[in-house]
């Protein structure tokens, strides 16, 4: 059974640094990876969506990559501001098309 | 151009009342994707649809259930409501279930039971 997990669960730092959220997953059988923010009462957002072919993509200061044989994906974020302050979700979609998701990272970045 | 619609956006009912969330999708997108998300948990899948047809389900019990109407939008139906159905309803649309297609969220039903 697919399983997700994110770490660390909370994370505090000051504006202007760079910081990296984790994802693991149990099974290397899967379609795609997937980044999501979460606003409070704004729904998600899709940030990135890497294939299982793929090892990384970016979006302006986002970037996030995939090791799928070690079951891992990171999501780097550069200059942070406090606009990046938000709940960040990964989910894999596993072999039946299902995304698995993880429980989020909350992130606060301080101005 | 409009995103996934969600309504309503709260809802507070007592156990063992019947509810109904309803979802309008992107416009050109086919498929629709309910989740259940519970104050501290991750989001749990509940119901795919595309066209018109239930493609997959989650592993929740038959008295959630839903429908896909042939403009794509969708209801979720939750009969017998316990006090553990309280939470985020989010629905999700896509592009015909492509594994490289990105889910565009809506903002999602709070619901209550009390």
């Known amino acids: 059974k697919q399983e997700v997990t994110q770490i660390p669960a909370a994370l505090s730092v000051p504006e202007g640094e760079n910081l990296v959220l984790n994802c693991s997953f149990t099974?290397?059988?899967?379609?795609?990876l997937q980044w999501f923010r979460q606003d409070p009462g704004k729904g998600l957002t899709s940030l990135l969506l890497?294939?299982?072919s793929q090892r990384e993509q970016t979006s302006g200061r986002l970037n996030a990559s995939l090791d799928k044989s070690s079951g891992r994906s990171t999501l780097y974020i550069a200059a942070s501001q406090p606009g990046d302050s938000a709940t960040y979700l990964c989910?894999?979609?596993?072999?039946?098309?299902?995304?698995?998701w993880g429980a989020g990272t909350k992130l606060i970045i301080k101005p | 151009e409009a995103g996934v619609t969600q309504s309503p956006t709260h809802l507070i009912k007592t156990r063992g009342q019947q509810v109904t969330l309803r979802c309008s999708p992107i416009?050109?997108?086919?498929?629709v994707y309910w989740y259940q998300q519970a104050l501290g948990l991750g989001l749990q899948f509940l119901l795919w649809?595309?066209?018109?047809?239930?493609?997959n389900r989650g592993n929740f019990p038959p008295r959630f259930s839903g429908r896909q109407f042939p403009n794509y939008s969708s209801e979720l139906n939750v009969n017998a409501l316990e006090l553990e159905d309280s939470a985020l309803y989010l629905c999700?649309?896509?592009?015909?279930?492509?594994?490289?297609?990105?889910?565009?969220f809506g903002s999602g039903t709070q619901l209550s039971v009390l």
């Open positions: 999700a649309s896509g592009d015909r279930g492509a594994t490289n297609e990105k889910l565009f």
């Open positions: 416009s050109g997108h086919t498929s």
């Open positions: 649809y595309d066209e018109g047809e239930e493609r």
């Open positions: 099974d290397s059988a899967i379609y795609n």
């Open positions: 890497i294939q299982s």
């Open positions: 989910a894999v979609m596993d072999s039946n098309y299902q995304l698995i």
